[in-house]
């Protein structure tokens, strides 16, 4: 099982700054990688896939980059609604689909 | 558009059983597996099961296998998860999610939570 982890747990930022979230994969996943971002008490909602293509209807300044087994979610200019916990996620090899645990990102 | 919509969740005793059901609509949804996925209280979140488009594979998660079955209709657009032996630790928020060619999920539902507790 590839195993999928975080950094960091939590992040404060300011409104209007650039937030650099990581995720690392215990083995390589080539760029198989999605990114979701979760509101309370909401459900998850697809960012990112193949390590850099913005899903439908997601904001430009998001990007993801990376391949192997560092990777990186960048939001270039926090916005109020960005505010959420988000996972990266592996679909190289399945199954299991591994999470990471998320990183919270919170106003400062 | 694309939705999901799950239903059945609710409190039950360790050892019981529960069905839960999602209801799907907006696409073609025999062209499409389907995940679910639970989230436990203030945790992350943990893939647990994946049924192929036509119901001919099926994956599960470790800590649910051969105690949870996937099932789905496509005539009714529905999925299932038929969820016996239930523990504490499956207390979570269950959600279905449309699986984008065994890759990412690229739709979800809005949850339904499952209490186990005596």
């Known amino acids: 099982e590839i195993v999928m982890t975080q950094s960091p747990a939590t992040l404060s930022v300011s409104p209007g700054d650039r937030a650099t979230l990581s995720c690392r994969a215990s083995?390589?996943?080539?760029?198989?990688l999605a990114w979701y971002q979760q509101k309370p008490g909401q459900a998850p909602r697809l960012l990112i896939y193949?390590?850099?293509t913005r899903a439908t209807g997601i904001p430009a300044r998001f990007s993801g980059s990376g391949s192997g087994t560092e990777f990186t979610l960048t939001i270039s200019s926090l916005q109020s609604e960005d505010f959420a916990v988000y996972y990266c996620q592996q679909y190289y090899d399945w199954p299991p689909w591994t999470f990471g645990q998320g990183t919270k990102v919170e106003i400062k | 558009q694309v939705q999901l919509v799950e239903s059945g969740g609710g409190v039950v005793q360790p050892g019981r059983s529960l069905r839960l059901s999602c209801a799907a609509s907006g696409f073609t949804f025999g062209g499409y597996g389907v995940h679910w996925v639970r989230q436990a209280p203030g945790k992350g979140l943990e893939w647990v099961a994946l049924i192929s488009y036509d119901g001919s594979n099926k994956y599960y998660a470790d800590s649910v296998k051969g105690r949870f079955t996937i099932s789905r209709d496509n005539l009714k657009n529905t999925l299932y998860l038929q969820m016996n032996s239930l523990r504490a630790e499956d207390t979570a928020v269950y959600f279905c999610?449309?699986?984008?060619?065994?890759?990412?999920?690229?739709?979800w539902g809005q949850g339904t939570l499952v209490t186990v507790s005596s």
């Open positions: 999610a449309r699986g984008f060619q065994l890759e990412r999920l690229d739709y």
């Open positions: 083995q390589s996943v080539s760029t198989s």
């Open positions: 193949g390590t850099s």
